[in-house]
């Protein structure tokens, strides 16, 4: 099998900077690596791993469709970046038919085992007895809130009890809110100082509380997770894809 060569996009920031280790330790090629402000070169890749901005990661998209037109096979796009708009997240699944789309709010396979619990306990938890929180911490550089790991948790939260998270989210609590309404799924979010990433779910009835959660000890785990995601993804056809996939769950 031909050695998968790779892209680094946001090469200076701190997953960047995670991403390049982690494939350095492990022996694989890096061709390119390049961050705002520097020209996009793909043309030595064979999948882009890209924790950035959706703004960018979207004048990425374009660029690997161009790429994969020019040499008639297509680029895996590994998209670590969260914080996306509605009509971003469509125009970023439009890509789906030219390049190999691998989106996940969190490359952590616990995280993805989580989300697996969350949705049988949602599944198991009814709406009438019992409510459900998602909560989570970040270092208080993270620009986007809720995180993309809790929105994902929520999701799963959701889709075990057969609704569409935008129907029942419940995002802030602030003032005289009354009382909760029944089915709703609720965010708190906490960012200060270093945390690399800490997400519970909590489902709580009028007679006890249960509590799954998750937290990141190092950010390096995210980079692994997202580099095995792009060994799993290069041989792929074109098609959108997440971490479910990668780990057999779907």
């Known amino acids: 099998m031909t050695q998968i060569r790779f892209a680094v996009a946001g090469a200076r920031g701190r997953m960047g900077q995670a991403v390049i280790r982690v494939l350095n330790e492990r022996e694989l090629i890096v061709t390119t690596t390049f961050d705002k402000g520097d020209a996009i070169d793909l043309s030595q890749a064979d999948a882009v ?3 950035t901005t959706p703004t960018a990661t979207l004048a990425l998209a374009e660029a690997c ?8 096979k297509p680029l895996a796009h590994i998209i670590g970046s969260t914080g996306f708009m509605p009509e971003q997240i469509a125009a970023l699944e439009a ?3 030219r390049n190999i789309v691998l989106r996940s709010g969190n490359f952590s396979l616990g995280v ?7 949705k049988q306990a949602a599944t198991k938890l009814g709406p009438d007895a019992w409510d459900i929180e ?3 911490a970040h270092h208080k550089r993270k620009v986007d809130a809720p995180s993309g790991t809790a929105l994902m948790l929520g999701d799963a939260a959701a889709e075990g009890r057969g609704v569409d998270l935008k129907d029942v989210r419940v995002a802030a609590r602030d003032g005289l809110t009354g009382q ?7 965010f708190s979010v906490i960012r200060g ?7 519970s ?6 007679d006890e509380v249960i509590t799954l959660s998750h937290s990141a000890r190092d950010r390096t785990l995210f980079a692994r997770g997202a580099v095995e995601a792009a060994l799993w993804a290069a041989p792929q056809s074109p098609g959108l894809y997440d971490m479910q996939d990668v780990l057999g769950f779907r």
Do not use: C, K, W
Not at 65 to 72: D, H, I, N, S, V
């Open 49 to 51: 791993i890209d924790f």
């Open 65 to 72: 469709a161009a790429e994969g037109q020019r040499r008639g």
């Open 95 to 97: 890509y789906g038919d």
């Open 112 to 118: 993805n085992m989580l989300m697996g619990l969350v």
């Open 134 to 136: 998602v909560l989570e």
């Open 180 to 186: 909760r309404e029944p089915g709703t799924i609720g």
């Open 193 to 199: 100082g270093g945390i690399i990433g800490e997400h």
């Open 201 to 206: 779910v909590l489902f709580a009835s009028e």
